[in-house]
């Protein structure tokens, strides 16, 4: 146990900075610090991708800072999985975003890359330099937490899926070139038998995409209906009904790392607290006090738990602490923000420029709702690695 | 920041392990209740690793912890975590035993003035008591002693009298003394954590065995659910604690705030192991014979001892406010 890296992973960090030092633009570090800030009610709907994204995306994939575990030729470096861990880490502490379309990079791509035949994946660089823009579909009205039950249905004939069904929550919709959808391809054979991956051109006909407007007006998500929408059989991915297995497919070399930017934001939240306190006078207050330092606490340990879960090789089940842990806690932070403006918490109309805690507090329901709700992670922990029994 | 055991500290672990199961069953914890020196023959085994006081923080914590997880009586803590590195500091070679008198009558956990000194640990059955006053340091030997009762009869405390006069202090640099009163701090939460996760392991094993309504009571999600942030809150602790070492260690700007985050961390998991762990045993957790009870008052009286978790967050937000 030693607090330093070893000097050629400093040395990594070192080329990174210099890196970003040079070519992080302006908008990111603008974006990365006021996520969610952004007014959205009733007006225009903020831009999911702007151009700055994109260019800056396709940079760090020509410079083999993508994905720095890929080799160059999919936007990495070859790097190891330690400095993936910096990597994660020197882009949380600048509040730099390396992407805004989480789904090409982290999911597609290696999707693509794992299960995809050689044509298949040859689609996976465009994914991860965001040249072509996905979005997925997983969850559905009635295929939530049971993901797994999901009915969008998909019929084969010769060859063609006609695919038929709803998607909900789907991020990126209104952009996206191609959807990797979840579908049902045999209803008879038990639920996570009966699944099956298609790719999605958006622009097939059957296919109506409704921005969904959210808790905090804005519409980041979408509805999306499929009617008699035909798939070319040789867009599914995978074989047939063994789609399930596919939704583990996220950067298996970077699992070790996806709660760093949820953690750095925890933190970061801390030193806001401590600024909104004194810049309304509240740093005297003795209870205030405390509880802003028992949030910097959490946070604090939080972050080392992270370090210690990624020394010990710690994947899919233990990540579930990491899950629950920040995402609950942002939600606990952004409410004591809202609370620390006193009368003011539920003012809406802020100064432009001021970070909206209620936005914050609002939006950051997603974070213990999707990817698995808090109650899920609680689940998965008590079974997985506590090893308790399934209930009945 | 490698969290990695090196080999000698996976060594080290798994040593301090089978020392303390071995030769500390929990039924010497309840012979040490009546009689404290039905814990002798046990303190024997642990004269030759009281050294770990002077090395890195980290290799004591892991000792610790170990110690933590079987409830160890003795003057073993008083001698390694709080003596030790005081008398380095002060520049004296350490007698075999000893322990440090901190706090007066506030009870606060800081260097005080004060002729009266309170909660200093097992004060009866050490050779030499350093009295930590402002600026320095008072080397003496063993002092009358009035035992304190407390929740926890595995860690005795006394109030003393310090003749202020008969003796000269000794210079002592206060960040050299700041520097051993927070790493004796982590060291006590090295050793919480330890309890904590012992709790946390009964209680899961408790979970998969009692059957009520047909099916292990650990089936059930409201019962999994509150193991579930058991085991995030002593998880979280345990790297809290380490990161905080490794910082003593490293002399890491960070120490300071780390040392706080460490005591707060271990206290509240501790805390929550405690009463979820007792809620979750029912009926049989109520019981004197079983051993959980034990367990909770090990883990409030570490919690309140050298400084409880709001102490800790009182002086963390002057950290990060002032």
Known sequence: ?392 | MDFALTDDQQLLSDTARSLFTNEYPLSVVRAHADDPSAADPLWKHLTEWVALGDGPLVDLCLFLEEAGAVLAPGPFFATAALYRPVVAALGREPAATGTVAVAGESGEWVASADRVRRFVVEADAVEEVVVVVPGGAIITGPLPARPVETLDSTRRLFELDVPMGEHAALPLDPDALTGCLERATVALSAELVGTARRILDMTVEYAKERVQFDRPIGSFQAVQHKLADMALDVERATAAVYYAAMAFDAGDADRHRAAHVAKAAAGRAARRAAKDGIQIHGGIGYTWEHDLHLFMRRAYASEFLMGSSDWHHERLAGLLFD
């Open chain 1, 1 to 392: 146990m030693k607090l330093a890296w070893s000097a050629e992973d400093e040395a990594f960090r070192a080329e990174l900075a210099a890196f970003l030092d040079q070519h992080a633009p302006p908008e990111a570090v603008e974006y990365g610090r006021h996520l969610a800030d952004e007014s959205s009610d009733g007006g225009a709907p903020p831009e999911l991708l702007p151009d700055w994204a994109r260019v800056w995306q396709a940079t760090l994939f020509d410079h083999g800072w993508m994905v720095p575990g890929y080799p160059p030729e999919l936007g990495g470096r070859n790097a190891t999985p330690t400095q993936t861990l910096i990597y994660l880490s020197e882009l949380a502490a600048r509040d730099v975003p390396r992407s805004l379309h989480f789904p090409g990079y982290a999911i597609v791509g290696p999707s693509l890359l794992e299960f995809g035949n050689e044509e298949q994946r040859g689609l996976a660089p465009a994914a991860i330099r965001g040249d072509a823009v996905w979005c997925i579909g997983m969850s559905e009205p009635n295929a939530g937490s049971d993901l797994a039950g999901l009915q969008t249905r998909a019929v084969q004939d010769g060859d063609t899926f006609v695919v038929n069904g709803q998607k909900v929550w789907t991020s990126y919709a209104m952009i996206a070139d191609r959807c990797m959808c979840y579908v049902r391809t045999d209803p008879d054979a038990p639920k996570h038998k009966g699944i099956s991956v298609l790719m999605i051109e958006m622009d097939t006909p059957g296919i109506e995409v409704r921005p969904l407007r959210h808790i905090t007006g804005a519409a980041e998500f979408a509805e999306v209906f499929f009617t008699d929408v035909a798939v070319p059989a040789a867009h599914l991915l995978g074989d047939v009904n063994d789609g399930w297995r596919i939704t583990t497919g996220s950067l298996a070399h970077e699992r070790g790392g996806l709660w760093v930017p949820g953690v750095a934001r925890c933190r970061h939240t801390v030193d806001e607290l401590v600024g909104v306190a004194k810049a309304r006078g509240l740093d005297a207050d003795p209870g205030i006090r405390r509880e802003i330092a028992a949030l910097y606490e959490e946070a604090a340990s939080l972050w080392a738990l992270g370090h210690k879960g990624f020394a010990a090789g710690a994947g899919g089940a233990e990540h579930s602490y990491m899950k629950l842990a920040y995402s609950e806690l942002l939600k606990h932070q952004f409410e004591v923000g809202m609370t620390l403006h006193g009368p003011d918490g539920a003012v809406t109309s802020g100064e432009p420029g001021d970070p909206v805690w209620w936005r914050r507090f609002f939006a950051s329901f997603a974070g213990t709702i999707a990817g698995g709700t808090s109650e899920i992670q609680r689940n998965i922990i008590a079974q997985r690695v506590l090893g308790l029994p399934r209930g009945a």
